[in-house]
Every structure is written in C-alpha cells, then in structure tokens.
C-alpha cells in the first residue's frame, strides 16, 4: 500500500530554514506529480508546493515568496521541501501528499502523517 513518511520538521528561528522530507513507498513515485500540504494550530489545510513527476515544473502558493524550493530525488523515491526565511506564520504541520496524476491539480489521494515545524524565538 501507499505510504508516504515525512521528516525534518522541528523548532527554528525566524530567518532560520528547514528541509523536510518525505520517503514513499507502495507505488511508482517517479509516475506522480507530489505536493506539500500544510494546516496550521486551528486552522484549515493549505496547499504549499507541488512538484511533477520528473522535476520539469514546480508550482507554490503566494505565500512561498520565493522562500521554499520542492524537489525530488526519483532514484531515492523522496521528496523534499527545503524551506528558508521561515516566518511565524509558516508554524504548521507539513504533510507530503499524492496527486492522482503526473500534474498538479489532479486531486490528492494519499497523504503522510505530517511533521511539525515550529518557527518561533
């Protein structure tokens, strides 16, 4: 079955960065547009970054401002979200999720259990 194992979330600093991960496992991953997903304390989900099957197109939310990149290593079958000039607001848990297809937009239909970043001084 699908398994999706995020890592790296932890406590930072503002400024500071981060790089989580995400090691999948259960289906051909190097066939699957990835995304990162995050909910913040009290709040909805909010999608962060997607990433096409071979790395070719990236798309993020707004709020990314140039201050994330996601990137795959297809021969690891891991994702990643390497994430810098971390503010407050970006304190959530982030989760690595499926697309049903190879790009973004196609639903999500498998998610980790999350990791948790915390940016505070």
């Known amino acids: 079955q699908v398994q999706l194992v995020e890592s790296g979330g932890g406590l930072v600093q503002p400024g500071g960065s981060l790089r989580l991960s995400c090691a999948a496992s259960?289906?051909?991953?190097?066939?699957?547009?990835m995304n990162w997903v995050r909910q913040a304390p009290g709040k909805g989900l909010e999608w962060v970054s997607a990433?096409?099957?071979?790395?070719?197109?990236?798309w993020h939310a707004d709020f990314v401002k140039g201050r994330f990149t996601v990137f795959r290593d297809n021969a690891k079958n891991t994702l990643y979200l390497q994430m810098n000039s971390l503010e407050p607001d970006d304190t959530a848990v982030y989760y690595c999720?499926?697309?049903?297809?190879?790009?973004?937009?196609?639903?999500?239909?498998?998610w980790g259990q999350g990791t948790l970043v915390t940016v505070s001084s």
């Open positions: 999720a499926k697309d049903r297809g190879i790009t973004y937009g196609d639903g999500l239909d498998a």
């Open positions: 259960g289906f051909t991953f190097s066939s699957y547009c």
């Open positions: 990433i096409k099957t071979y790395g070719s197109s990236t």
